[in-house]
């Protein structure tokens, strides 16, 4: 079975960078697209960036759009975000997910099939 491992969150001042990292652990599997998602407290789980796995396109929420950056290493099998400028409403648990399929609703997280635990970002003001 899948199972995707975040790490790389904490706690950082505003205007801080902050870079997460999400690997499969056990098989190997194909995939179409990997992506993040966050959700801060008393809120619902909000898209935050997406690349797909073939082509590396991109996309984002316009919240970070120019702040964060989605990125992979193919020998890592990893997908990376890179959040610089961060702000006191990014703070969150950022999630990290996957999917072998495409959707024309990639920016729901009902069009990911494969989740990892979340990791905590605080971003004090």
């Known amino acids: 079975q899948v199972q995707l491992v975040e790490s790389g969150g904490g706690l950082v001042q505003a205007g801080g960078s902050l870079k997460l990292s999400c690997a499969p652990s056990g098989l190997t599997f194909s995939r179409y697209a990997m992506a993040w998602f966050r959700q801060a407290p008393g809120k619902g789980r909000e898209f935050v960036a997406r690349?797909?796995?073939?082509?590396?396109?991109?996309d984002y929420a316009d919240s970070v759009k120019g702040r964060f950056t989605i990125s992979r290493d193919n020998a890592k099998d990893t997908v990376y975000l890179q959040m610089n400028s961060l702000k006191p409403e990014d703070t969150a648990v950022y999630y990290c997910?996957?999917?072998?399929?495409?959707?024309?609703?990639?920016?729901?997280?009902?069009?990911?099939?494969?989740w990892g635990q979340g990791t905590q970002v605080t971003v004090s003001s």
């Open positions: 997910a996957a999917t072998w399929s495409w959707s024309s609703i990639y920016y729901q997280p009902s069009a990911y099939a494969y």
């Open positions: 690349m797909q796995w073939i082509t590396s396109s991109t």
